[in-house]
Every structure is written in C-alpha cells, then in structure tokens.
C-alpha cells in the first residue's frame, strides 16, 4: 500500500513539521507514504474572478504532473462528503481491498483545487464546512489516516 500526500505549499513551522513526521512514522507500520510539495501561486489579496482561475489552473497542472494511472485520487475539498473516522476507514478498507494500492490525497492551496484536479478525483473529502490551513489540515489528514489504519487492524486508538 501507498499514500502519495501531494499539496500546495510547505510546512514552514517545526512544531508542524515534526507532528506531520510523528505520524508518517506511525503510518508505515501499515503503508508507504510519500510526501510531495509543491509551489504555491504568488497572489495579491485581492483577485479577479479570471486571475484566482489562472492560479488554481497553474497549480493543478503541477499537481496532475505528480500523479500517475494507478493513482486513485482523493480531493480535499471543503464542498466534499464527510466521513465519520470509521467510515473513512471502511473506505481505504475498499479500496485496499479492491486492488486500488495506490492513494493520491491532494490538498490544494488557499485559493482551492482547479476543476481538472476535481474532475480527476475519484472522491472529494471533506472534513468540515470549516476552512484550515494547509499546514494544520495535513496533520490532520495524516491522523486521521492513521486513526483508520489502527481501526481496520483492530487496535484500540481510535477510541
């Protein structure tokens, strides 16, 4: 098994950092991760409707330049299905299970992911209708990730 976590954007801060790393650490008892960063857009404050799409656009072409076929795509996006811990689970079980070994989860910059990369999505998740910051949300993707591995092998974390 592979999860590919491919953003938009670095996690500037060590305290970030070093809990993204403690839970990759845990992950690989179970899977493979690999971390992929990417640039984000330089944006004024304020943009027009065309330039937020040409900065979404430029961003998603280099995220769909990392992705491979055997990559199934899953979207952070806040207009996404919302899972419960154990349903995400039971979803990666499926998957897993159905042959997909590979898992791109894609976490977009702050303006979101272009259409192509949702077009591209097998799933769109969301964690809630609220907004996070890249760096704070990859944390929590990577616990939540291994909330759902420890789930599935029948390990108490999750309680």
């Not at 979803?91 to 894609?106: E, M, N, P, Q, T």
Request: with cysteine; glycine share 6%.
């Amino acid at each position: 098994m592979k999860l590919r976590i491919i953003c938009v954007g670095k996690l500037k801060e060590k305290f970030y950092r070093d809990a993204a790393d403690e839970f990759i650490k845990r992950i690989s008892r179970f899977a493979e991760v690999e971390t992929v960063e990417l640039a984000d857009e330089k944006a004024p404050e304020k943009l027009s409707a065309a330039e937020l799409e040409g900065i979404k656009l430029a961003e998603g072409r280099r995220i769909l330049a990392k992705l491979t076929e055997a990559d199934t795509v899953i979207a952070l996006d806040i207009a996404g299905k919302q899972f419960s811990s154990t349903e995400l689970a039971e979803k990666l079980k499926g998957w897993f299970l159905g042959g997909k070994s590979r898992l791109a989860f894609i976490i977009g910059g702050s303006n979101g992911l272009s259409k192509e990369v949702l077009d591209r999505a097998e799933l769109r998740l969301s964690f809630s209708k609220m907004t996070f910051s890249h760096q704070i949300f990859r944390v929590m993707l990577l616990e939540q990730l291994y909330r759902a591995f420890k789930i599935n092998a029948g390990e108490p974390y999750h309680k």
